[in-house]
Nanobody
C-alpha cells in the first residue's frame, strides 16, 4: 500500500504562482512514476505532469513552460511549481503514484481568479 498526502492548493489571482507538494509513504521502492492530474467541474480528470523515478518527465501541452514537476532526492515527494496561472487552471489537483499498484491522493483545490 502507498499513502499520498497533498498540500499547497489555494486561491490565487491570474498570473500568480502556487506550489503543490505530495508526500508518498509505504511501498515506494523500485521504479515508479509520480505525478499530478486535475479535474475541473464537469470535465474528465486529465494529466498535468508526471516524473519517473529515473527522472523522465511528461507535461500536458496546456501547462508546458508554466508548470515544473520535480522530486526530492529520496524520491518520496513530488512537487508541482505552477507559474503564470490562468483561470482555466482552476481544478482539483490529484497526486498519483504508480509502482506496485496505482494510488491517488485525496486532491487539493486550486482556484485561479481572473
Amino acid at each position: 500500500q502507498v499513502q499520498l498526502v497533498e498540500s499547497g492548493g489555494g486561491l490565487v489571482q491570474a498570473g500568480g504562482s502556487l506550489r503543490l507538494s505530495c508526500v508518498a509513504s509505504g511501498r515506494i521502492f523500485g521504479f515508479n512514476r509520480m505525478g499530478w492530474y486535475r479535474q475541473a467541474p464537469g470535465k474528465q480528470r486529465e494529466l498535468v505532469a508526471t516524473m519517473t523515478s529515473g527522472g523522465s518527465t511528461t507535461y500536458a501541452d496546456s501547462v508546458k513552460g508554466r508548470f515544473t514537476i520535480s522530486r526530492d532526492n529520496a524520491g518520496n515527494t513530488v512537487y508541482l511549481q505552477m507559474n503564470s496561472l490562468k483561470p482555466e487552471d482552476t481544478a482539483v489537483y490529484y497526486c498519483n503514484f504508480i509502482g506496485i499498484g496505482n494510488y491517488w491522493g485525496q486532491g487539493t483545490q486550486v482556484t485561479v481568479s481572473s
